[in-house]
């Protein structure tokens, strides 16, 4: 199910408890007319209007609102995946410890094809945060599908590409992540059947993951050419033979 909308005010009407599992890539505040390189070529860093902190009057705030609904409506063992960089990902487990998640991992997602610097005065960029919580202090985690795609017990740190052209297709999202990632988010912390909601869903990535993993799909995004563009490409989705 996708809705076009503000994802709090969409949140609002589903009913308390309804969800198994969150994954949500809200904006990270770092559109600042800054630089980077972009397939060898110079761009800008400013990814759209939603992304610049001027145009957000209370950044915690409206953390702190996006993530009390979606703690609303997970089920007791249900949990939750944020996706961030140091613009966000503090605030978003600051308010996650007041509204009363408990922390399960913080997983780092390693890009193994980074751009290079522009600026030749500090490390390159390479990785982005996903907090993994949950509602309580119990969980579903699926530790023998990671075990097998490890080939050992898997660790925190998660090396893998960014988004391939392949992924793009249906047309382009300036913060799209890797189906690889959704993929194993989806399966290591739901099962089949579940309802996964990802009320930032951008280009639909998770929602493309959820149906190739036989999960149910709640789907919001605010963006009208965004929320096309994951309708067109979750639709162009078949079932894979994932049990």
């Known amino acids: 199910m996708l809705h076009l909308g503000d994802c709090v ?20 505040f770092l ?17 759209g209007d939603w992304d610049k902190k001027s145009n957000c009057s209370d950044i915690y705030g409206f953390t702190k609102s996006w993530l009390s609904e979606c703690y609303r409506l997970l089920k007791p063992n249900g949990t939750i995946w944020v996706s961030g960089t140091t613009h966000n990902i503090f605030d978003v487990q600051k308010a996650m410890d007041e509204l009363g998640f408990h922390l399960i991992n913080m997983v780092i997602w390693h890009k193994v094809d980074p751009p290079p610097l522009i600026y030749k005065n500090k490390f390159r960029f390479s990785y982005e945060m996903v907090i993994w919580a949950g509602k309580n202090k119990s969980h579903y985690f699926d530790y023998e ?23 793009k297709t249906f047309g382009y ?17 739901s099962k089949p059947g579940d309802i996964v909601l990802d009320p ?3 280009s639909g990535t998770t929602g493309v993951a959820s149906k190739l993993l036989k999960r149910r799909f709640v789907g919001i995004e605010k963006d009208e050419k965004f929320f096309n563009l994951a309708e067109r490409r ?10």
């Open 31 to 47: 559109s600042n007319g800054g630089l980077s390189i972009h397939n060898r070529k110079v761009v800008s860093v400013n990814k």
């Open 200 to 202: 930032f869903m951008g």
């Open 173 to 189: 999202h300036p913060t799209q992540k890797p189906l690889s990632l959704l993929e194993r988010i989806v399966l290591s912390s």
């Open 145 to 167: 599908s990671m075990k097998k795609e490890a080939h050992d017990e898997m660790d925190d740190v998660w090396n893998m590409p960014a988004v391939q052209m392949n992924e």
């Open 9 to 28: 005010d969409v949140m609002k009407k589903i009913p308390n408890e309804q969800i198994d599992l969150v994954f949500a890539d809200p904006p990270y």
């Open 234 to 243: 979750i639709n162009g989705t078949t079932h894979s033979s994932f049990n």
